[in-house]
């Protein structure tokens, strides 16, 4: 596979955690836009054998061209040639039941413990932002042997404690805080992927791991509220290829509407890559 030449920040998250799908599991994914794209990419180039089921419970569903099916939930269009068309009810049962391997989900905020907030910035009792709220996520990160969080590299999203915990990482961080807690023993966060990032947990704390070609480790330690652990050895990612921006872009995101979304644009100059606009 060649290099890509140029694409966006959005499309590089995707593409790092398409390569992370694996074959065999099962993947329970938050509804449209960047974690079902990522799973789709993945099964398509890296994994075939992966099994994947969205928010929602419709298991397998497959884009309709010209069509953009994968931005909704509880509609025909994100059911099409599914498998089954459960509910986020089935879903959540078979999660407990410990069917569900791998959870991937958005967020607002992560802390250094991984719980997530979808809810509200600011303090819930007093002046506070409301956002849509979790959906199934709460039981994705509750259930799922491994989540895998995705998110912009923005201080306000890295912070030392979220307002508000959508969403249940590691808790305070503490040895067995997960299962007093009532949640299944051994499951929790697993990797944090950003545009710029990859972060895995060390004794329950956010840990840098590896940096994308444009960006240093410094630049990404800047836009966190807090300073993770860092890896001894920080390794680099690799761009995406044509390939993998060429399915993104005709047959996943077809009106770009999550790869267009947010985040700037990397151009390769003919010696490096380079943040754009």
Not at 50 to 59: K, L, M, N, W
Not at 145 to 153: A, F, G, H, S, V
Request: charged share 25%; glycine share 10%.
């Amino acid at each position: 596979m060649s290099r890509a030449e140029a694409f966006s920040e959005r499309e590089a998250a995707m593409c790092t955690v398409a390569r992370m799908v694996e074959d065999g599991k099962t993947y329970w994914v938050a509804g449209g836009g960047t974690p079902l794209y990522s799973t789709l990419l993945g099964k398509r180039l890296y994994a075939p054998m992966a099994q994947y089921i969205t928010e929602d419970g419709v298991v397998a569903p497959e884009p309709s061209l010209p069509f953009e099916p994968m931005m909704t939930m509880v509609a025909s269009r994100s059911a099409h040639r599914a498998l089954a068309w459960g509910t986020m009810n089935s879903a959540g049962l078979d999660a407990q039941l410990g069917f569900m391997d791998v959870g991937i989900l958005n967020t607002l905020q992560v802390d250094q413990h991984g719980n997530i907030n979808s809810t509200a910035l600011g303090e819930y009792d007093g002046d506070h932002r409301r956002f849509g709220g979790p959906g199934g996520a709460d039981t994705i990160a509750a259930c799922c042997w491994r989540t895998i969080l995705m998110t912009d590299q923005q201080k306000r999203k890295f912070v030392r404690q979220v307002d508000f915990i959508s969403s249940p990482g590691y808790l305070d961080g503490s040895p067995g805080a997960r299962e007093r807690a009532g949640l299944p023993r051994g499951t929790g966060p697993w990797r944090v992927v950003t545009p710029w990032a990859t972060y895995d947990y060390l004794d329950r704390r956010l840990r840098l791991i590896a940096h994308a070609p444009w960006v240093t480790v410094e630049d990404i330690l800047n836009e966190c509220e807090w300073l993770p652990l860092v890896a001894d050895e920080v390794a680099v990612i690799d761009p995406p290829t044509e390939e993998e921006v060429q399915i993104l872009r005709a047959e996943l995101d077809v009106r770009g509407q999550t790869t267009d979304a947010a985040g700037e644009w990397i151009i390769w100059d003919g010696e490096r890559y380079v943040r754009g606009t």
